[in-house]
């Protein structure tokens, strides 16, 4: 073929490419470079550049990211510490220094716009190294891809499976992955397979779940907890809700807490020395001593065998001195508070999204029911009629369980909390318990034949329903293909323990008689 057939590419991007194939490496690191290159987005609370001393906690991640022996990398987070943010201008850095096609994964479409259209964009626009070669509205850029002269970015939903997979690229960015499919974000790391050690993954998310997708990828690397010296011992220290946080036990005659004699003396403390480091009486001088007592921090790895390859950190809201001590603990009392109602929801967001702590379920287990419940559990309580087991069967054969007791008068009272393995621990449970095997009710959504055939073996009640409307089989042994009969209320269906609603552990609102015909008293 004559050269003269070849189509024509035009000069100027052909140029753009050759110098950035043969611009030699960026001798800066990636928080440098933001910090003379990078504008935040109009949402951030200081305008401008990049300021590396506002975050200082991410710095060694955006440098992590541009070492080439590291491929993967995992930030487990609390909300508002700016993990998002670095995932943000490393595909920034990337762009313009290193560039490849990349992907951006959100499991939310609309959340995934925002970021995209609010942040992102907008953070290119005002920066003048990216905004010369960001292509117009509608030509070349829009909420689902943006294309650069050398490489281009794809704004990608994982809810789809069919988006998991397809063709490869040189960087992969996750957000919120305890909100995608389980499994999700494994396979979506294999699309850069095919770049032989020059890809990278960049993963980020709030916890959720002990063993989930963003437990299971922070521990796959070092595992970076971020420590702080104390001024007046020199000790080293994680910022530790239980150990750092102290605050007065300021009441009102009627026992609720009061705030505004406790606000002001909500301190972090040394754990080992108790000295105070930063006191929340003054706004603007606790953000100052927070600030003060970050500039000793260091990251300290608690599995250090791990592979370079893969690089984990974690850091909890304390870390930010923007996120007010005030409002961490009015969120701490409020979810305790509710949790003694038996609403346990609000806790366990708390200890995800703040604490950046993934729930094992045992954090109120029988060994700790004494600071949610004002009673014994092991107690008898002499309204009692009915003791109820119920199990929300899950993957690897989890089996969260809950134990209510009953009153006669519809009146509930919480037993005991659970995770258990499989169904011999819930059966031993039972048995500990002295539930009645009758009342033991097993959800089979998910696990339909795996719960009728250990129903059958234990004499259980397998049940299943949908919106308003459930129902468990009879008394007798469960049939496989048994219709389950009975149709129950949903507000009872949810004292049951159905994990996967907001109420999970609602007190039940039945009256006693609504199931009184199918379990006897005891």
Known sequence: MALSALPRVPMIWTESILR???????????????SA???VDKSSPIQGKYDATVGPWINEVLREFKRPEVEHIFVKAGLQTAKTQAGIMALSW???????????YH?????????????????????????????????????????FPSSSVSFISAESK????????????????????????????????????????????TPQDEGDDVDQSFLEGQQAHLHVTC???ERDQE???????????????????????????????????????????????????????????????????????????????????RVPLRILVQEFLSAKAMAKLGYFQALKDFHNQRLSKSWTGLEHDDATLPNIVDYNTADKWPEGAAKIITVDYQNLGVAPTLCWQWSRKGEARFIAFHMLDGFAAVAQLAQSLHVPRENIFVDMRFHREDVLTECQRYGWRAMIGEGDKWSYTSRKASQIGDTPKNPLGTGYYLSLGHLD???????????FEVIASEIKAQ
């Open 231 to 233: 001024p007046h011992c």
């Open 107 to 147: 499991n939310d479409a609309q959340q995934l716009k925002e970021v995209v259209a609010d942040r992102m964009f907008d953070s290119w626009e005002r920066s003048p190294i990216i905004a010369r070669i960001l292509p117009p509205k509608h030509a070349g850029r829009s909420v689902k891809s943006c294309r």
């Open 239 to 321: 910022l530790n809700w239980e150990k750092n946080i102290e605050w007065d036990k300021h009441k009102t005659a009627e026992g609720e807490w009061d705030f505004k004699l406790l606000e002001p003396t909500i301190r972090i403390e040394c754990a080992h020395c108790k000295a105070v480091l930063a006191r929340c009486a003054d706004a603007a001088e606790e953000m100052m001593q927070r600030y003060t007592l970050l500039r000793s921090f260091k990251w300290v790895a608690y599995n250090p065998a791990a592979p370079a390859s893969k690089r984990s950190y974690t850091w909890s809201s304390l870390v930010n001195p």
């Open 37 to 39: 290159n990078f504008e």
């Open 94 to 104: 990337s762009i313009i220094e290193d560039p490849g096609p990349a992907l951006w």
């Open 20 to 34: 950035r194939l043969l611009k030699p490496a960026d001798p800066i690191d990636i928080p440098e470079w933001c």
């Open 162 to 205: 069919a988006n998991l997979t397809g063709r490869p690229a040189r960087y992969v960015f996750g957000d919120e992955i305890k909100d995608w499919p389980r499994g999700a974000w494994p396979t979506v790391k294999k699309r850069i397979s095919a770049w032989s050690g020059l890809g990278k993954t960049f993963g980020f998310s």
């Open 501 to 511: 609603d907001v109420d999970w552990l609602a007190p039940p609102a039945a009256p």
